[in-house]
């Protein structure tokens, strides 16, 4: 058990994991959708509502680390922002996933 | 310490004043707006734009009407209404809102083949209207507006992100677009699921000022993080 303690510390993180926030909406533009398709997606799962200008900030960034594709559109209201996690959001949504398992494994590891 | 505390008072003071005059001056030149179109109103025109969309499941294709607002000055404000399988008179009642939110209170324009028996009509929710046959194309001829606009004394939502986003860069701006229209479109949906004008506007005041508030707090981060980098740690989500 102590090795895998020793392995998670000090085992060198070569690449940024996505925060809670980053996680949830990646996972939730695996399929293109709208930013407010999103925003609703999100309070659905999550529980608790997001604001607008919370979302597109945080999709910035993600577009930013290159995890995310964005497509501009408009219509009558007005203009419509598009997103979907890119092949590199993918691979960091999976490598959060084992993360978390990892330390989901780790805890139950240390209760018994 | 003291000079220290009396510059910020006397900032927010400033602040403050000028946030005053903005808004009256806002307030003067709307009224303004408003009682120079109160005689200059043209023609009201609402017509079904042609869309052809694939069904989804048993839901009828969507209809899209456009309420067109000619003034004699010139300026033609456009009302877009997209809705599923509505007939007219669901339009009409979806309309007056926001000729009301607009600023006309008189709804005696509406007339012609859509909504007939109304030219008189001061109150046109208590009036008996015969409508035309679901589907038909019905562009509609104003007739005349007398006491055409009032002033509305309820700001309608999305002019203080309005105005917010007058002092911002270019990426918040087009931040602010993007919030604006879906604002609208929730504000839209709640009208179609048949909320209140009170609710509405509440839950659309709610949410603007949160949405400021998000802006004015990353502004504050941002400058924060130019300020000390180690603030930084907090950027984080």
Redesign the interface.
């Known amino acids: 058990m102590t090795w895998k303690v020793c392995v998670c510390i000090l085992s060198p993180v070569n690449e940024r994991l996505p ?4 996680f949830r909406l990646l996972a939730l533009a695996v399929e293109e959708r709208s ?2 398709e999103i ?1 609703r997606e999100y309070k659905r799962e999550v529980g608790r509502s997001i ?4 979302l ?3 999709f910035r960034r993600l577009k930013d680390a290159g995890w995310v594709r964005v497509r501009e559109d408009e219509d ?6 598009y997103f979907q996690t890119s092949g590199a959001g993918l691979r960091a949504l999976a490598s959060a996933r084992a993360h978390h398992a990892s330390l989901a494994n780790f805890q139950l590891g240390v209760a018994r | 310490m003291m000079n220290v505390v009396l510059g910020v008072v006397g900032t927010m003071v400033l602040v403050l004043l000028f946030g005053a005059v903005v808004s009256i001056v806002l307030a003067i030149r709307r009224r303004l707006w408003y009682a120079r179109k109160k005689v200059a109103i043209a023609r009201i025109c609402i017509e079904e734009l042609r869309i052809e969309e694939p069904r989804r499941g048993l839901a009828p294709p969507p209809r ?1 009407w456009a309420v067109s607002i000619d003034f004699e000055s010139g300026s033609k404000p456009l009302i ?1 209404l ?1 809705m599923r399988g509505e007939s007219a008179r669901r339009v009409v009642d979806l309309i007056i809102p926001r000729l009301r939110r607009i600023g006309i209170r008189d709804y005696s324009f509406i007339a012609g083949p859509l909504a007939q028996a109304s030219a008189e009509a001061h109150f046109i929710r208590s009036q008996s209207r015969v409508f035309a046959p679901e589907g038909v194309v019905t562009p509609v001829e104003g007739l005349h507006v007398r006491n055409s606009a009032r002033v509305i004394k309820r700001p309608a939502p999305g002019r203080v992100l309005a105005l917010v986003r007058w002092f911002c860069g270019r990426e918040t701006r ?2 602010i ?10 504000q ?1 949906d709640m009208r179609a699921e048949g909320h209140g004008p009170a609710l509405i506007w509440f839950q659309q005041t709610v ?1 603007e000022w ?2 400021i508030l ?2 004015a707090g ?1 502004f504050l981060l941002r400058l924060a993080v130019t300020l000390n980098p180690l603030a930084k740690l907090i950027d ?2």
């Open positions: 925060s809670d926030v980053e930013g407010r925003a604001s607008y200008g919370t597109y900030t945080t009558a209201d007005g203009r419509l922002r | 899209k877009f997209q087009d931040l677009d993007v919030i604006r229209a879906d604002l609208d479109r929730d839209r949410c949160r949405e998000g802006i990353r984080r989500q």
